[in-house]
């Protein structure tokens, strides 16, 4: 298996293991937070926003390209109260609540952002991940070890969604 095959396999489980988490959810479900010490946990919902807004925000940097959520208009079609550039990193509790979406709407965005992402990813060859893309690091970061890092990212998000699904009762 090639390192680019490698990598549309992992953000392959990433979209698989979010769509599930979401779907056939009321957007109420999405926006219910799991029950905590603080009341403030994250939401199925915003959880999935959250890491295809990660993907498409860190794979588009690393692309050249602008990003699905504005170059396909998903932004619109959000109409969220946050920033076109926000990717939910730092987010408030406040924040965390004013993203709210159906199913559909979730689902239809991260299935566009791994589309690009994995036409992205199916062109690389071995030795771009060792293109440094970011130079804020001791060490620096490589292509690859930025795309790992997001679809580690998006793992984690995608199971903590199923988990909080779970807490549903669903």
Same mark, same amino acid.
């Given at each position: ?13 990433? /979209? ?8 056939? &959810? ?7 937070? +799991? ?15 959250? &890491?295809?807004?990660? /993907? ?32 939910? $990193? ?7 609540? &004013? ?26 060859? +071995? ?35 199923? $988990? ?7």
């Amino acid at each position: 298996m090639s390192p680019a095959a490698l990598l549309v396999e992992i953000f392959g489980r990433v /979209q698989e293991n979010a769509l599930a988490a979401v779907d056939g &959810l009321t957007p109420e479900q999405l926006a219910q937070r +799991p029950v905590s010490a603080r009341d403030d946990a994250n939401p199925v919902g915003w959880l999935v926003w959250h &890491l295809a807004r990660v /993907q498409d925000d860190h794979v588009a940097d690393v692309a050249g390209h602008e990003q699905v959520w504005t170059a396909d208009g998903w932004a619109r079609r959000f109409d969220l109260p946050l920033d076109d550039a926000d990717i939910g $990193y730092g987010h408030t509790t406040e924040e965390v609540g &004013l993203v709210r979406a159906d199913a559909d709407l979730l689902a239809g965005y991260l299935r566009a952002v791994h589309a690009r992402s994995a036409a992205y990813l199916s062109g690389l060859a +071995p030795a771009d991940l060792d293109r440094v893309v970011d130079e804020r690091w001791d060490p620096p970061v490589t292509l690859g070890v930025r795309l790992v890092s997001v679809g580690d990212d998006g793992t984690q998000h995608a199971g903590q969604a199923a $988990y909080a699904r779970g807490l549903l009762g669903l």
